[in-house]
């Protein structure tokens, strides 16, 4: 089964002073039709849920654990312990990311540009396929616990940051294409530990310990300013936002010639079929 998620970009030209100008607004749209099977579709869907239960079981663990080995964690306040507990799976994820990233970027020959014919910016694997899957299961996870104590948790950048992620990976993940892009964006979660483990080290009355200025001196080297004034994390969602944006626009640019191809493909063959609605579904 074959299906589109038609009609991301919708494009308007003006012309001003001789120059043509295309404006575009982004609707979502993802072409699929050799890349999903039902078998992937499965897998996908389970990597999906994998993410979401990890994030579920590190929570627990990390209020747990927590509690057994450190003695301020009971003095905490409610909203302290879940930001507490909602930093230990980001941390998490985090790590497995940035270490997933590192290794099919440069360690592995999946985007090696002799390891195969076929174009770098149209690979993927199975392993690659569920390290995006995970990571929109842990978007997932975190934007609904960002909503549910909104704003406890983080303000709207936050939000847009999670929301312009999971379009992006989603997209990669359904259409097979610009993994390669979408792992590097990931790879800038390693900066992710070192922020939670500052709030986490203020938050337990320890901001004057050496363990704080060596994981002060890694952000400021790893990303931005270790400042009191400036607040890292929202530093990185700004940026990485910026950085999602405008991979969702070079691959809705992308789609579209993809699309076309194959609407014009399917028009030779006699199929005049349009695709004008979110989900149009070929058997």
Same mark, same amino acid.
């Not at 043509?20 to 897998?43: C, H, M, N, R, W």
């Not at 579920?56 to 654990?65: C, K």
């Not at 104590?149 to 990669?172: D, K, N, T």
């Not at 992710?192 to 050496?210: C, E, I, M, Q, Y």
């Given at each position: 089964?074959?299906?589109?998620?038609?009609?991301?970009?919708?494009?308007?030209?003006?012309?001003?002073?001789? /120059?043509?100008?295309?404006?575009?607004?982004?609707? @979502?749209?993802?072409?699929?039709?050799?890349?999903?099977?039902?078998?992937?579709?499965?897998?996908?869907? $389970?990597?999906?849920?994998? @993410? =979401? /239960? /990890?994030?579920?079981?590190?929570? !627990?663990?990390?209020?747990?654990?927590?509690?057994?080995?450190?003695? #301020?964690? $009971? %003095?905490?306040? !409610?909203?302290? %312990? =879940? *930001?507490? +507990? +909602? !930093? #230990?799976?980001?941390?998490?994820?985090?790590?497995?990311?940035?270490?997933?990233? &590192?290794?099919?970027?440069?360690?592995?020959?999946?985007?090696?540009?002799?390891?195969? *014919?076929?174009?770098?910016? +149209? !690979?993927?694997?199975?392993?690659?396929?569920?390290?995006? #899957?995970?990571?929109?299961?842990?978007?997932?996870?975190?934007?609904?616990? =960002?909503?549910?104590? &909104?704003?406890?948790?983080? $303000?709207?950048?936050?939000?847009?940051?999670? #929301?312009?992620?999971?379009?992006?990976?989603?997209?990669?993940?359904?259409?097979?294409?610009?993994?390669?892009? =979408?792992?590097?964006?990931?790879?800038? *979660?390693?900066?992710?530990?070192?922020?939670?483990?500052?709030?986490?080290?203020?938050?337990?009355?320890? %901001?004057?310990?050496?363990?704080?200025?060596?994981?002060?001196?890694?952000?400021?080297?790893?990303?931005?300013?270790?400042?009191?004034?400036?607040?890292?994390?929202?530093? *990185?969602?700004?940026?990485?936002?910026?950085?999602?944006?405008?991979?969702?626009?070079?691959?809705?640019? $992308?789609?579209?010639?993809?699309?076309?191809?194959?609407?014009?493909?399917?028009?030779?063959?006699?199929? +005049?079929?349009?695709?004008?609605?979110?989900?149009?579904?070929?058997?």
């Amino acid at each position: 089964m074959h299906y589109v998620f038609d009609a991301v970009w919708h494009f308007q030209q003006v012309d001003w002073m001789g /120059f043509t100008f295309y404006f575009g607004s982004l609707v @979502g749209s993802v072409s699929s039709y050799d890349v999903a099977t039902p078998t992937k579709e499965i897998q996908w869907l $389970g990597s999906v849920f994998t @993410g =979401i /239960f /990890f994030c579920v079981v590190v929570y !627990r663990l990390t209020a747990i654990l927590s509690s057994l080995s450190f003695a #301020g964690y $009971g %003095k905490l306040n !409610r909203a302290e %312990k =879940i *930001e507490w +507990n +909602n !930093r #230990g799976f980001s941390t998490v994820h985090a790590l497995f990311v940035s270490f997933a990233s &590192f290794y099919f970027v440069v360690l592995s020959d999946l985007f090696k540009t002799d390891s195969q *014919e076929e174009l770098v910016i +149209n !690979r993927s694997s199975t392993f690659s396929n569920s390290v995006l #899957g995970i990571s929109i299961g842990y978007f997932l996870a975190d934007v609904a616990m =960002i909503l549910w104590h &909104f704003p406890a948790l983080g $303000g709207l950048e936050y939000v847009l940051h999670h #929301g312009l992620s999971m379009v992006s990976i989603i997209q990669s993940l359904l259409s097979g294409q610009a993994q390669i892009y =979408i792992l590097m964006i990931l790879f800038s *979660e390693s900066t992710t530990p070192f922020v939670n483990l500052r709030w986490h080290l203020d938050v337990a009355g320890l %901001k004057n310990s050496k363990l704080y200025v060596w994981n002060g001196a890694a952000l400021f080297f790893g990303w931005s300013d270790d400042s009191d004034d400036n607040d890292p994390m929202k530093v *990185e969602s700004v940026v990485n936002t910026m950085i999602v944006i405008t991979m969702t626009m070079v691959m809705g640019c $992308g789609h579209i010639g993809s699309s076309e191809h194959n609407d014009v493909n399917n028009n030779d063959n006699g199929d +005049n079929d349009n695709s004008n609605g979110l989900w149009s579904y070929r058997q």
